[in-house]
């Protein structure tokens, strides 16, 4: 069993894959799986990095044997995981309010080659991958990380450099000869090493295989705080940096993609609660100018409508202020 590359990249990704597959040699002596956060949105990522370089390259199929030489492209709004030697293509639950997601196809990497998994990160916002190559590394693989200083959106290699012990970490130009020269070595299995447990509980619980509240008590305890996909109770997982989360259905979050999900979760709502103020608002000035309304009564409605209109104002001043920044 060779070596297996899972690429993640996120905003700037595009081009930073197209000018990776453009250097890659046409022997490359592995198969590359690449997630890029693409959502449910229709992608040519496929057709472009099979464009760009000497690699065929092609969306992945479940249960597609993969092959060296070749790139593998996750499906839009489907996560991407090896199992074995085949593709698997999963809608489970998004991970950094995000499918696909780096993390699930790093974790099952990991699972599946062991020492033989190589990670690597490029450009992106946030977080997601930092988990996921963790993953790879306890599990005895590479990491690799595109240099912060080169990437168009350096939070992503940034986040990785901060909290993984990462192997190699060069600009985007050096990428493609390490990645061959890595692909081409010879890598000895660590034989009898079962991979931790808390990884194979997080593999199960993502793929909703067996009891999930079973899985997440074996990962750590119950926070405050509710799933902003699904509004269940999410479980901090232990000691992990960055602070990540677990939600029973599978949701998955760090502390600062859950930050970035309940933010704009917080947005949504002022809107709808500026939508109900502004139509209730609409109603009782239609029933204070109908002209069947008793005088008491339109002044109790107009004197409503004026409590409202200064809630509606005061609601209004604060969405036009906009949350402080998060760094």
Known sequence: MKQLVAIGASAGGVSALSALAARLPPDFAAPLLVVLHIGAHRSLLADILGGAG???????????????????????????????????????????????????????????????????????????????????????????????????????????????????????????????????????DVAGRPPPAPLVHEQALFLAEGDPMEHLGQLGAPSAYACPECHGGLWEVSGTRPRRFRCHTGHAFSVRTLQDTLAGAADESLWVARRALQERLLLLREMAAAPTAESLERDAVRGAAARLQQQLSQLESLMARGPDPVE
Do not use: N, W
Request: glycine share 8%.
């Open 54 to 188: 000497p690699l065929p390259a092609e969306e992945a199929r479940q249960g597609q044997r993969i092959e060296a030489g070749r790139i593998y492209v996750a499906a839009p709004d489907r996560h991407l995981l090896v199992v074995d030697d085949t593709l698997h293509l999963s809608r489970g639950a998004k991970e950094h309010h995000t499918r696909p997601a780096i993390d699930p196809l790093f974790l099952s990497a990991a699972l599946a080659r062991g020492t033989r998994a190589i990670g690597v990160i490029l450009t992106g916002r946030l977080d997601d991958g930092t988990a996921g190559l963790q993953a790879i590394k306890a599990c005895g693989g590479t990491a690799v990380v595109q240099d912060p200083a080169d990437a168009e959106v350096p939070d992503m290699p940034a986040s990785a450099l901060r909290d993984v012990e990462v192997d190699h970490c060069v600009p985007l130009a050096e990428m493609p000869h390490l990645l061959t020269s890595l692909a081409s070595r010879r890598v000895e």
